[in-house]
């Protein structure tokens, strides 16, 4: 090649590096791009290490966790990177996968020969874009966890704020039953319309003095003196209302002694929580009627 040839030659090679050294620079922002719209931290990380042998003469050996350093190199990187020793590699270097607020492992590298300042410079800022995208990654999966998390209390609240309503309403509901003094019959109705389910009141042994709802029975089951008894006693032993079997029963025991039961009919099992509160404000709102039509009798005698 002639003098003037090598002069254009030489004029050419920096104009055709900075080309090169642009369209490098375009690539990665399109794996930047990648990195972004990718569902997880294991595809970024894939797609870093695939990129590494189109920016620079070497290959990715890995990626070294920041939990679990020294898995590649047999000893902890350096938080700003540096070379590390590999066999069977003449040069390898561990470049620090970092965003402004942390540092999640090193990206590692190694080559046969040093790999020039602009290939180790793309290598640098690929690292640190995929470090970025590793940032971003993690704080969307934080903002929707912790989205899901005041959804989950929303819900808890609203449920809570329902529930009291509901035991408002079932209050309210009873008492004015109470303050009227609609007696047996008022209740078991009260309880009926709060729950959707046939009410029964009994008094202490079984015989029926009030119902609400369809599908009366007639003649009205009674249990024996012994199964009434036994029926008795487990619902005392019992903080809440009982289910014996296709009923569910509340006893109105004012003053620990048993004057009355009151029972909701529900062979489906379909009774919940708000039935059971009902269930229980209507063996309450019993128990103050008992009381009241025993004092009333004391007091005649």
Known sequence: MSAPELDVARELEPAQLRRGLLSTMRSLLVLAQLMTESTGERQMLDLALTAVPSLARCRAVGVERAEAPG????????????????????????????????TFGHLVVAADVEPSGEEQFLLRALAQQTGAALANQR?????????????EVNDRLRGTVGALERSMEIHARLTAVA??????????RA?????GLPVAIEDRYGNLRAWAGPNRPDPYPKDSVVGREQLLRRALRAVRPIRDG??????????????????????????????LMALEHGATILAMELARVRSLAESEL
């Open 179 to 188: 303050v009227s003094g609609e007696g047996w019959d008022g209740i078991a």
């Open 71 to 102: 898995r590649l190199t047999g000893r902890v990187p350096d938080a700003a990177g540096g070379p590390v020793e590999l066999d069977g590699a003449m040069w390898a270097w561990a470049y620090p996968l970092g965003s402004a607020t942390a």
């Open 139 to 151: 704080l969307h999966a934080q903002e929707l966890a912790t989205a899901a998390e005041l959804s």
């Open 246 to 275: 296709g009923r569910v029963v509340a006893l109105a025991h004012p003053q620990g002694d048993v004057l009355g039961v009151i029972v909701l009919v529900d062979p489906g099992q379909t009774a919940g929580e708000p039935e």
């Open 191 to 195: 309880v009926h319309e709060l729950t």
